[in-house]
């Protein structure tokens, strides 16, 4: 055995099949023992390449035809494969443009070369570049949503400070009402205390009187019945009802903040390719509307009514016809009656958010607050009549009123009496409201702005800044007639349809949900939302309150 061979002794030549290789034929794929390899330049006419074996791994390996196991010297340009001498005659490929392998693949090769030369020097530095500023932008990313989260929860801490400073001011109220309560009924116990004690020496004395022996005793006695016959009065107290502000999710998240708008975007070399996908803030879920609405309560006034407000969902106040401002409860007690200070009939009437009633005087041209001992003037007009008035959330007064001249109609916002805004005409300097005509108002929970315009058969809508959102008309109906208007948590405005005997419901943006059509609902006047987001609905001949459940 050849030392030099004997890692591969195994390999012999592919000629004799008994010496150990030596050289191998890059064209003919054959190994080669040095005898013969003479022999195998001799038996063809081909200019084969014969290399030392040791340096097989560095030549080129020519693939074998698959149909006549030859080595593939050619290849067919039409067909895109290597082909041998054989698949030539086989007249396969007649008329195929044939070219030599080997310059085939030199072409091929410098092909890849100038790839592999494209992706080191230009692909691959740019792939990494950008990897770095994804890291980039991934690490600028932690430190922006660390400090965004910081201020969201130092936005939390702010509003439980806030919460806990309210908490405390009103259980300061309700410690100071307390108070003054007990201190009356502690008042009137000393008093009652008093007197039964003298009702008991009374009793002692006259006793003995009775077994005596005097027969004169009784004689001298003058009757104290008549002083103790006379009860001393009765103190009750009102106990005052704390109303907690129904808070929707959706209010809430609103009033906490939001996040801006965000887009994300895909670029080359500065070319945007995708449009932005823009964050849309999720909606709050919108309770639906019953399909068979409830009476749950009925009150019977007696009286022709215009309109009703409530500040706590046990009592409401009602005004219609004639001077007389009326206070109920849910059990048909009549609580409280307040004539006006001009003895005319009010135009509208609200609840302040300190539970203080106001009226407006139509003819008066005033603005009165009601408060527990008399009535206040709280804004006079001139040149303009006052109509319907409601209680914003901010504490302001909205007033919808008519100019004395017959030409004009526009609401007006107040901070005690102080004038604040006014609303009056849209962009191209047309009045948003009709003139002379009752016209309801109240605010949505969004701010909106939400008339009734009986005159013109439609709600106006202005968002807080007094700029139009939309006019709804309802074309469904046959004569629509709007008159009270109210909102509620879920800022669905509510317009009573007196000629129609039905409540139109719409969503915050103008669009029809539903009707209350039900109910035995019959010229429904005035309207207003309990915190429970129930309807107070008045009827306008029948004096009759109706609170419904509708969601």
Not at 109 to 117: A, F, N, Q, V
Not at 210 to 222: E, N, R, T, V, Y
Request: charged share 25%; with cysteine.
């Amino acid at each position: 055995m050849d030392p030099r061979y004997s890692a591969q002794d195994i390999i012999r030549c592919d000629l004799c099949e008994i010496h150990v290789v030596q050289s191998h034929c890059e064209l003919c794929q054959v190994n080669l023992c040095k005898s013969c390899v003479g022999e195998h330049l001799s038996t063809s006419t081909k200019t084969h390449r014969v290399v030392p074996y040791k340096d097989i791994a560095l030549t080129r390996k020519f693939p074998k035809c698959k149909m006549h196991s030859k080595i593939c010297e050619l290849f067919c340009e039409k067909c895109n494969i290597p082909v041998c001498s054989s698949c030539l005659t086989s007249g396969k490929h007649k008329g195929h443009h044939i070219s030599d392998i080997l310059q085939k693949l030199s072409t091929k090769r410098k092909d890849i070369e100038k790839e592999l030369k494209e992706l080191e020097t230009i692909i691959f530095p740019k792939y990494e570049k950008i990897a770095l500023g994804i890291n980039t932008k991934k690490s600028n990313l932690e430190t922006h949503y660390r400090k965004e989260t910081a201020a969201v929860i130092k936005q939390g801490e702010n509003l439980n400070r806030v919460i806990d400073i309210i908490v405390n001011k009103r259980k300061s109220e309700i410690d100071v009402v307390k108070n003054i309560n007990l201190a009356a009924l502690n008042k009137q116990e000393n008093c009652i205390t008093k007197i039964t004690l003298e009702v008991q020496q009374t009793i002692v004395y006259l006793k003995k009187i009775l077994q005596s022996s005097d027969i004169f005793a009784p004689s001298k006695i003058k009757s104290t019945n008549v002083k103790f016959r006379l009860l001393p009065l009765e103190v009750n107290v009102s106990l005052p009802i704390f109303s907690p502000w129904k808070i929707s999710t959706k209010q809430l998240d609103q009033m906490f903040g939001s996040l801006s708008v965000f887009s994300i975007s895909k670029e080359e070399h500065g070319r945007i390719l995708d449009t932005p996908n823009v964050a849309s803030s999720p909606t709050a879920k919108q309770l639906p509307v019953l399909e068979e609405p409830k009476i749950i309560s009925t009150i019977y006034t007696g009286n022709s009514l215009h309109s009703v407000a409530c500040f706590i969902d046990e009592e409401i106040w009602t005004s219609g016809n004639g001077c007389i401002m009326r206070l109920y409860n849910l059990h048909w007690n009549l609580l409280k009656s307040i004539n006006s200070k001009s003895r005319n009939s009010p135009g509208d009437i609200a609840v302040m958010r300190n539970g203080a009633l106001v009226y407006t005087d139509t003819n008066a041209k005033t603005i009165n607050v009601v408060t527990k001992k008399k009535i206040e003037e709280l804004i006079r007009f001139q040149g303009w009549k006052p109509d319907s008035v409601c209680s914003t959330s901010s504490g302001d007064l909205l007033v919808t009123m008519d100019s004395d001249d017959g030409e004009n109609s526009k609401v007006v916002r107040y901070f005690g009496s102080t004038e604040t805004q006014t609303i009056q005409f849209d962009d191209k300097g047309h009045s948003f409201y009709s003139y002379g005509h009752s016209k309801y108002i109240c605010e949505n929970r969004n701010m909106d702005i939400c008339v009734s315009d009986y005159g013109a058969s439609a709600v106006v809508v202005v968002n807080q800044a007094g700029k139009l959102r939309f006019r709804y008309t309802d074309s469904n109906a046959l004569n629509f007639a709007p008159r009270g208007i109210a909102t509620d948590s879920q800022s669905q405005i509510l317009i009573a349809d007196c000629e129609n005997h039905c409540i139109t419901i719409l969503n915050q943006d103008g669009n029809l949900l539903s009707y209350i059509n039900n109910c035995d609902v019959y010229l429904p006047f005035g309207i207003c939302i309990n915190s429970k987001d129930n309807l107070v609905l008045a009827e306008l001949s029948s004096g009759v309150v109706k609170i419904i459940r509708y969601m």
